[in-house]
Antibody, heavy 122, light 113 residues
Framework: QVQLQESGPGLVKPSETLSLTCTVS????????WSWIRQPPGKGLEWIGY???????NYNPSLKSRVTISVDTSKNQFSLKLSSVTAADTAVYYC????????????????WGQGTLVTVSS | DIVMTQSPDSLAVSLGERATINCKSS????????????LAWYQQKPGQPPKLLTH???TRESGVPDRFSGSGSGTDFTLTISSLQAEDVAVYYC?????????FGPGTRVDIK
């Protein structure tokens, strides 16, 4: 059974960079596509972007200028960096596994981490 | 970008009764060449990540009770819980993966009446 676990600081100051890591266990990261998704408190879900084992990425245009997703296959991990954060970036951040469609869009998310709350505040 | 909407925002149903959740996409998510609708449904309970219920609009995931069924095509979709159980109290989201960025609906909260 694939398991995903997010880790990283729970508090980030405004204008700084949010950094999170997702560790994948029970399966290889060298298959599938690995996404970050966030959920502001009490609100809906927003896809941030994905990466695959070879480092191919795709980002949500709404966040593209501030997002970097990277992968470390030797550690079975992938990471998120979101720069210049504001209070609007306060959310639970999830990592999740998906396939890829024939259109190159990440498909349904079948495994999720438990999520980690990141608060942006001074 | 494809925008997803859901109705109602919330509903309360008696135990054992049917719950119906609607999802509408601003653009068709049906690819006619393979006749597949690129739409998924998720269930999210408080303090938990979303759980995948169906993909291709109506293909139920392994282990999901058969009281959950997805239907619809093109731009209009429905998730039906045929006989609501106490453990089905949750927020339900639809999700299109036809075009990037993939997008979720705003969610529908289901409670017990």
């Amino acid at each position: 059974q694939v398991q995903l676990q997010e880790s990283g600081p729970g508090l980030v100051k405004p204008s700084e960079t949010l950094s999170l890591t997702c560790t994948v266990s029970g399966g290889s990261i060298s298959s599938y596509y690995w996404s970050w998704i966030r959920q502001p408190p009490g609100k809906g879900l927003e896809w941030i972007g994905y990466i695959n084992y070879s480092g191919s990425t795709n980002y949500n245009p709404s966040l593209k200028s501030r997002v970097t997703i990277s992968v470390d296959t030797s550690k079975n991990q992938f990471s998120l960096k979101l720069s210049s954060v504001t209070a609007a970036d306060t959310a639970v951040y999830y990592c999740a596994r998906g396939g890829i469609t024939i259109f190159g869009v990440v498909a349904e998310f079948d495994f999720w981490g438990q999520g980690t709350l990141v608060t942006v505040s001074s | 970008d494809i925008v997803m909407t859901q109705s109602p925002d919330s509903l309360a149903v008696s135990l054992g009764e049917r719950a119906t959740i609607n999802c509408k996409s601003s653009h068709s998510v049906l690819y006619t060449s393979n006749n597949k609708n690129y739409l998924a449904w998720y269930q999210q309970k408080p303090g938990q990540p979303p759980k995948l219920l169906t993909h291709w609009a109506s293909t139920r995931e392994s282990g999901v009770p058969d009281r959950f069924s997805g239907s619809g095509s093109g731009t209009d979709f429905t998730l039906t819980i045929s006989s609501l159980q106490a453990e089905d109290v949750a927020v339900y989201y639809c999700h299109q993966y036809y075009s990037t960025p993939p997008a979720f609906g705003p969610g529908t909260r289901v409670d017990i009446k």
